[in-house]
């Protein structure tokens, strides 16, 4: 258990529809960062937060958003789903934002977009 | 062309064998590299990580770094069964504000 918490595991909604997904850090690390996994694609990175501010910023789509809170939990909003959004969603946490730090992954939550 | 290449196999060895799992990458300002290891439905835990070149080892795994050609291995030895699973190489540049780049994954069956 990599002490990072993702939910929900797995998400059916239908296309045009808006998705939140959550994920809580492991305890006393600061940085999270949003990763996208799919078959053609692989694991591309999305977007960081670092103690509740945008730090990097990937191939994320206009259509998502995301946010970290006070707490640090943090939140991966997905908007006008298209079938192609269908992947797995995983959750990374680090103690800092230095390019050192290590990576700790979620399970990670399944969205299926039908 | 893709910043990291990884052959995506799958790659089926008998228990015991030594496995070799590379990658090759064209940014050369990349410094920090790592292998994540993916089981079924869970979701990657770091392996080994490097910093610029040269060998790691740790128990079974060797971790090798050639930067000259911006390739890098993974060695597993005495492979198990429990060795089955995806395997991601990941890799960094020395800047503020850059994410880390994973590889495809090599899909790794080590059969009893």
């Known amino acids: 258990d990599s002490g990072v918490t993702q939910t929900p595991k797995h998400l059916i909604t239908a296309t045009g529809q808006r998705v939140t997904l959550r994920c809580s850090p492991r305890?006393?690390?600061?940085?999270v960062y949003w990763y996208q996994q799919s078959l053609d694609q692989g694991l591309q990175f999305l977007i960081q937060?670092?103690?509740?501010?945008?730090?990097a910023k990937g191939n994320i789509l206009e259509r998502f958003s995301a946010q970290q809170f006070p707490d640090l939990h943090s939140e991966l909003n997905l908007s006008s789903l298209e079938l192609g959004d269908s992947a797995l969603y995983f959750c990374?946490?680090?103690?800092?934002?230095?390019?050192?730090?290590?990576?700790?992954f979620g399970a990670g939550t399944r969205l299926s977009v039908l | 062309q893709k910043e990291v290449e990884q052959d995506p196999g799958p790659l089926s060895v008998p228990e015991g064998a030594i496995v070799s799992l590379n990658c090759t990458y064209s940014?050369?300002?990349?410094?920090?590299f790592m292998w994540y290891r993916q089981y079924s439905r869970k979701g990657p835990e770091l392996l080994m990580y490097?910093?610029?070149?040269g060998n790691k080892e740790d128990g079974r795994f060797t971790a090798q770094v050639d930067k000259s050609s911006k390739y890098i291995s993974l060695f597993i030895r005495d492979s198990q069964p429990s060795d089955s699973a995806t395997y991601l190489c990941?890799?960094?540049?020395?800047?503020?504000?850059?994410?880390?780049?994973f590889g495809k994954g090599t899909t790794l069956s080590v059969s009893s």
């Open positions: 490097t910093y610029s070149s």
């Open positions: 305890s006393g690390d600061l940085s």
């Open positions: 937060y670092y103690n509740g501010e945008e730090r």
């Open positions: 990374a946490s680090s103690v800092g934002a230095g390019f050192l730090d290590i990576q700790y």
């Open positions: 990941a890799m960094k540049a020395n800047q503020a504000g850059t994410a880390l780049i």
């Open positions: 940014n050369s300002a990349f410094q920090y």
